[in-house]
């Protein structure tokens, strides 16, 4: 076996799937990890040219090939890092979720590039795919249905980053300002 450092955002782009086996533990981050995890981004996000190619250790990530069919997605098996990374999916969803009007090309990046499989059905819609009883909670957040999400920890995942993009603190106070305006999905 052989560690390499790669960005996380591979975990998200071209046509594949990380899978959360089922003897993982279900979604269990809370707010704690949440701030810890928002805190790291914030010191590394790119304010002029001298911070833009800042990079931050996440903590390892453990995948291996998942038996599947040969058509279809690439699919592997998140043995760690599995909290980590739908976390990061959740992130997204929420800076989807505020980007304007005018920013409607890389909300569908979003969407289509690092939340999912476009074209794909069933399940390998999903570029992350978390255990079963995770599943209905999280495809309703990563499905862009306007649909009022269910609550769940990916729902409140969703609502504290919302509110840290909005610039707020964790006490509902302006903190920083925002780069992203309101939209209309309810949170």
């Known amino acids: ?67 599947s069919v040969p058509v279809g997605v690439s699919k592997f098996l998140i043995i760690d890092g599995q909290q980590r990374l739908t976390t990061i999916s959740i992130l997204m969803c929420a800076v989807r979720d505020l980007l304007s009007p005018e920013q409607q090309g890389a909300r569908r990046r979003i969407q289509q590039f690092y939340l ?30 306007g649909a009022p999400v269910a609550e769940s920890q990916f729902k409140k995942a969703y609502d504290y980053f919302r509110r840290r993009l909005r610039g707020e603190s964790d006490d509902g106070e302006k903190s920083i300002p925002s780069a992203y305006s309101t939209s209309s999905r309810s949170g």
Do not use: C
Request: hydrophobic share 40%; glycine share 6%; proline share 6%.
């Open 116 to 145: 999912t499989n476009d074209g794909s059905e069933g399940t390998e819609f999903f570029k992350l795919l978390p255990t079963q009883g995770d599943r209905a909670a999280y495809a309703s957040l990563i499905q862009e249905s």
């Open 1 to 67: 076996m052989e560690a390499t450092p790669t960005l996380v955002i591979n975990y998200y782009s071209g046509f594949k799937q990380n899978v959360v086996p089922l003897f993982q533990r279900p979604y269990t981050w809370s707010e704690k990890q949440w701030r810890t995890l928002w805190d790291d981004v914030i010191v590394f996000y790119p304010v002029d040219d001298a911070n833009d190619k800042a990079t931050h250790f996440m903590g390892a990530v453990v995948t291996m090939p998942a038996r």
